[in-house]
């Protein structure tokens, strides 16, 4: 691995694709944007999880993984990923944009898969933040709608064995040190659940047993990273009391987080999808926690707010 991280350096997860995916799935990319210039690209067919690194041009050592959504059904490529990162990199914040098995493909364990490449991604930047210039514990997890589903699950399970490790991989712990969960799907109990992400996660009959493992509200200890929630009280598509379910027992368990619920906003919105809304102000709230709980140098409320309205336009 380079000493110096690149701009856009692809970093594959695996040396392989992992054991179990199918052997006829193939990339695919598709535009979804009617404007010729504003992509929304949805990602399917992964074969190989990756990173991209995304290196601001002041890094402070602060690094973020950022898992787009997509109802674990695609990865939203554009207004949940590239978009997040460009917003970011003002702030002195390396991003990595990750790229995670889809479990409705075929693949093996297919539960388990998306954690796995969470766990794998957490384990390879803190693996590699000495030699690329990143504190290992100011490594935080943004995921957004199943994604943030994801960001749940490794914020309380990033100790399980979701993949097979060696000794020196486990040395590693796959703990974010911070978690900022965006208009998040949590539970897969029936009660709030968003159908589509437990079909393609789960099946289409998951079992009692199957719906408690994977509910991330359900196994909250008190070594939990701090957590920022911000979503929609309008969201047509994955109910709040995910949101707030999460919240409740981050709390109950005595870990800190912070949530933010705003009257509109509606499902996906992004960064430019919150323009002249109120809701467009949750990069600046996100920027001002992480300040606030010190994985990131402190910055002036005015820089802060600056920066996080200003991008994108």
């Known amino acids: ?82 978009e997040i990162a460009k ?50 514990e100011r490594i935080g997890f943004l995921g957004f709608s199943a994604a943030g589903h994801l960001g749940a699950s490794l914020a309380t399970g990033y100790a399980r064995e979701a993949y097979p490790t060696d000794s020196d991989e486990q040395a590693i712990s796959a703990r974010p040190d911070f978690v900022a969960l965006i208009y998040p799907v949590v539970t897969m109990q029936d009660e709030g659940v968003h159908a589509g992400s437990r079909a393609a996660l789960l099946g289409e009959n998951p079992t009692p047993q199957q719906k ?9 200890g008190s070594d939990g990273p701090e957590t920022f929630l911000v979503l929609a009280d309008d969201d047509p598509s994955v109910p709040p009391a995910n949101a ?30 919150a323009q002249n809304k109120p809701v467009a102000g949750w990069p600046r709230l996100l920027a001002q926690w992480m300040t606030q709980i010190g994985v990131m140098p402190a910055l002036c409320s005015d820089m802060a707010s600056q920066i996080m309205s200003e991008r994108p336009q």
């Open 1 to 82: 691995m380079a000493e110096t991280l690149e701009h856009e350096a692809v970093l594959p997860l695996w040396d392989a694709p992992p054991e179990g995916t199918p052997t006829d799935l193939a990339p695919l990319v598709e535009e979804r944007s009617n404007n010729l210039f504003r992509a929304d690209r949805a990602l399917t067919g992964i074969v190989m999880p990756s990173v991209t690194a995304w290196v601001p041009e002041n890094p402070n050592g602060t690094s973020i993984i950022i898992a787009p959504g997509g109802s674990y059904r695609r990865i939203v490529l554009d207004k949940e990923g590239v």
């Open 87 to 136: 917003a970011l990199a003002p702030l002195g914040v390396t991003s990595f944009l990750l790229t995670y098995r889809l479990p409705g493909e075929g693949h093996d364990n297919r539960a388990d898969a998306p954690l796995a490449d969470a766990q794998r991604a957490m384990r390879l930047v803190r693996g590699h933040a000495d030699e690329w210039g990143l504190d290992p």
């Open 212 to 220: 408690h493992d994977h509910s991330p509200e359900e196994h909250i």
């Open 244 to 273: 707030v379910a999460f919240y409740s027992a981050l709390h109950a368990a005595g870990v800190k987080a912070e949530l933010h619920i705003f009257r509109d906003g509606g499902h996906g919105f992004g960064i430019k999808g």
